[in-house]
Nanobody, 116 residues
Framework: QVQLVESGGGLVQAGGSLRLSCAAS????????MGWYRQAPGKQRELVASITRGGNTNYADSVKGRFTISRDNAKITAYLQKNSLKPEDTAVYYCNVDRRLGADLWGQGTQVTVSS
């Protein structure tokens, strides 16, 4: 049984920063990519950032220049550094692991609230 453990969410003021972490309980499997998704109230889930095993990154236009995704392949751990936070960044953030073999893994989600 593999689980993704997310941490780092919370309440911050606009302009502040947070760093989200996502760690797999086991690392004995191969991945294609890891990513962060979010779902804000009244909106569909959207991809925020992703990073492949080789280090290629992709960001939503709304977070480019403010968020940075990184990873530790050995531990199958992903990070999302979130700077210059805006109220519109308020959402539940979910970690995702795209495994080479087997179903995708999803974290439970962590709430991020940005106040103005």
């Amino acid at each position: 049984q593999v689980q993704l453990v997310e941490s780092g969410g919370g309440l911050v003021q606009a302009g502040g920063s947070l760093r989200l972490s996502c760690a797999a309980s086991r690392s004995d499997f191969s991945i294609n990519a890891m990513g962060w998704y979010r779902q804000a109230p009244g909106k569909q889930r959207e991809l925020v950032a992703s990073i492949t095993r080789g280090g290629n990154t992709n960001y939503a236009d709304s977070v480019k220049g403010r968020f940075t995704i990184s990873r530790d392949n050995a531990k199958i751990t992903a990070y999302l550094q979130k700077n210059s936070l805006k109220p519109e960044d308020t959402a539940v953030y979910y970690c995702n692991v795209d495994r080479r073999l087997g179903a995708d893994l999803w974290g439970q989600g962590t709430q991020v609230t940005v106040s103005s």
